[in-house]
């Protein structure tokens, strides 16, 4: 059974077309923002943080190294007299030898959450591509989509409907099937003749 087409406001379309095109330039400047900050943790990590520490393991393990090289020599100095004291250098040492372990516990910190870290890329990515795909080819099948819609919808409100034929006008002449016109005046009564008709009745009489 075929239905009226109901034709409320093409305008919405359009409207929502346009709120389409602006989360699209929204979406997609997202994911470029995600994509950024993600390449900028990985080298911060991989490049920054790691190289970092792995300097400060070198440059501590020869803080640790004078450290100790200043206590001997301290000790040797000290020997037969008492009067001489390694304390400070002892001390030296034991701090030289803590920044060293910080250093080193921070290396292997590293080097676990990178993997960790691209672990969660992963992820990310496999969630994220689908929506850029979709951002990159798809969307524009149904912006196409849509504009058909708006193209078809315009099309039917531009058509014409058909007018009604007019009726006759009252008190008219109508044409018979055959033709003649005939007179749209009053019909007379039944039972009486034509009102020219009578005096040929009357004259029948006499």
């Not at 989509?145 to 409907?161: D, F, I």
Request: hydrophobic letters at 40%.
């Amino acid at each position: 059974m075929s239905q009226d087409a109901r034709v409320l406001s093409v305008q919405a379309l359009r409207d929502f077309k346009a709120s389409m095109v602006q989360f699209v330039e929204e979406a997609r400047g997202a994911l470029s923002g995600v994509d950024m900050e993600l390449r900028r943790m990985r080298d911060w990590l991989e490049r920054d943080q790691l190289g970092y520490w792995q300097m400060q393991v070198k440059r501590r393990q020869e803080a640790l190294m004078n450290a100790r090289s200043e206590l001997a020599k301290r000790q040797i100095a000290a020997k037969g007299n008492s009067s001489i004291s390694d304390t400070e250098q002892k001390e030296a040492v034991r701090l030289a030898m803590q920044k060293l372990r910080v250093a080193e516990e921070k290396v292997q910190l590293v080097k676990k959450l990178i993997p960790f870290l691209h672990h969660e890329i992963a992820d990310y990515k496999s969630c994220a591509s689908p929506l850029g795909d979709h951002l990159s080819g798809g969307f524009e099948k149904s912006l196409g989509t849509l504009e058909k819609m708006v193209r078809s919808l315009e099309e039917y409100l531009a058509l014409q409907a058909p007018t009604a034929p007019r009726d006759a006008p009252a008190g008219g002449s109508a044409r018979s099937a055959d033709g003649v016109s005939a007179s749209a005046g009053p019909a007379a009564p039944a039972g009486e003749a034509p009102a020219e008709a009578q005096p040929a009745e009357a004259a029948a009489d006499r």
